[in-house]
């Protein structure tokens, strides 16, 4: 069963920054793609970036390229996301999310979730 537990959500002023985890167990080779997405109230949930376990390769949402880095250690299971020059439109709750290979920004390729952590960013 995967199991998916993010971390490291607060409170920050703008152009503050923040690191989340997402530390993941009971994954297989099918879980390939590990991708953080954010859902702010009243809007639907957004894509952030995703990374490939094998490849390392990334992908970004145009709102956050070039402030937030994602990253997946090596021989394990944790993923980061590193979010530098924090902005009140970067508030949410983040999720971390588990799909397979074809999983891209889209949240309906993914089919793990992760409960959330809540970002806050004040003008």
């Known amino acids: 069963q995967v199991q998916l537990v993010e971390s490291g959500g607060g409170y920050v002023q703008t152009g503050g920054s923040l690191g989340l985890a997402c530390f993941a167990s009971g994954l297989t080779v099918s879980n390939t793609i590990m991708g953080w997405f954010r859902q702010a109230p009243g809007k639907e949930r957004e894509f952030v970036a995703r990374v490939n376990r094998i490849t390392y390769s990334t992908s970004y949402a145009d709102s956050v390229k070039g402030r937030f880095t994602i990253s997946a250690e090596i021989g394990k299971t944790t993923v980061s996301l590193q979010m530098d020059s924090l902005k009140p439109e970067d508030t949410a709750v983040y999720y971390c999310?588990?799909?397979?290979?074809?999983?891209?920004?889209?949240?309906?390729?993914?089919?793990?979730w992760g409960q959330g952590t809540q970002v806050t960013v004040s003008s």
């Open positions: 999310a588990a799909g397979p290979l074809i999983a891209g920004s889209s949240s309906e390729e993914y089919d793990h």
